[in-house]
């Protein structure tokens, strides 16, 4: 079935610098990506969706330059926090469309604590 | 607006004891709701699709169903593994998922 990679797991971090989440689509090719942010027992909230080879369009209220995505290939997408702060902590996840051009299929997590 | 609505909120079951989860929504055109579960700190994992009214998924101790306006998932005979957060999500054929809140299931021994 399809496979999502979501690396790393867990990263902790110092408030004012930046950290870079992966997303890998293993065994198909994904167009398109999204990227959520989950709070402790809360929904998932779309962030933004990912299409290869060109910009990201984001959600209202999230800022695109605080968060940016970079979809570069047919099976990678990256999620970058800049300027992190304590505010950003947070589970974040990556989805990916899956074969066929439809289904999604949910990569791991990454839990973001900033110090 | 689209909205989807997940009841209940949270569920604790005895094992054995079976149970409906349910997922109301309001959209513009459905193209497909799914069904998945989260286990703590992991992403989601996919559990169903149903793609039109009247339709039926079943997967172990799972059936999913669909109307016009909601779904149910139903668990019969639940073990303590089943314990999960369920989230039910729809594509109102926006290209994306809308997710509700999810309902917290706990089976106790």
């Known amino acids: 079935g399809a496979v999502v990679s979501q690396h790393p797991s867990r990263v902790i971090c110092k408030s004012g610098t930046s950290v870079k989440i992966e997303c890998r689509s293993l065994?198909?090719?994904?167009?398109?990506m999204f990227w959520y942010r989950q709070f402790p027992k809360k929904s998932l909230m779309l962030m933004a969706t990912?299409?290869?080879?060109?910009?990201?369009?984001?959600e209202q209220g999230v800022e695109k330059d605080k968060f940016l995505i970079n979809h570069a290939s047919l099976t990678l997408s990256t999620l970058t926090v800049t300027s992190a702060h304590p505010e950003d902590s947070s589970f974040y996840i990556c989805s990916a469309v899956g074969p066929n051009n439809y289904g999604y299929t949910f990569g791991s997590g990454t839990r973001l604590t900033v110090v | 607006e689209d909205q989807v609505t997940q009841s209940p909120e949270a569920l604790r079951l005895q094992e054995g004891e079976s149970s409906s989860l349910n997922c109301s929504y309001t959209?513009?055109?459905?193209?497909?709701l799914f069904w998945y579960r989260q286990d703590p700190g992991k992403g989601p994992e996919f559990l169903f699709t149903l793609y039109s009214a009247g339709e039926e998924k079943e997967k172990e101790r799972l059936k999913a169903t669909l109307t016009k306006k909601e779904s149910f998932l139903h668990i019969t005979a639940p073990k303590p593994e089943d314990s999960a957060t369920y989230l039910c999500?729809?594509?109102?054929?926006?290209?994306?998922?809308?997710f509700g809140t999810g309902t917290r299931l706990q089976v106790f021994p």
């Open positions: 959209v513009s055109g459905l193209r497909g």
């Open positions: 999500a729809v594509d109102d054929n926006t290209d994306k998922l809308i």
């Open positions: 065994d198909f090719q994904a167009t398109t």
């Open positions: 990912s299409n290869e080879g060109s910009k990201a369009t984001y």
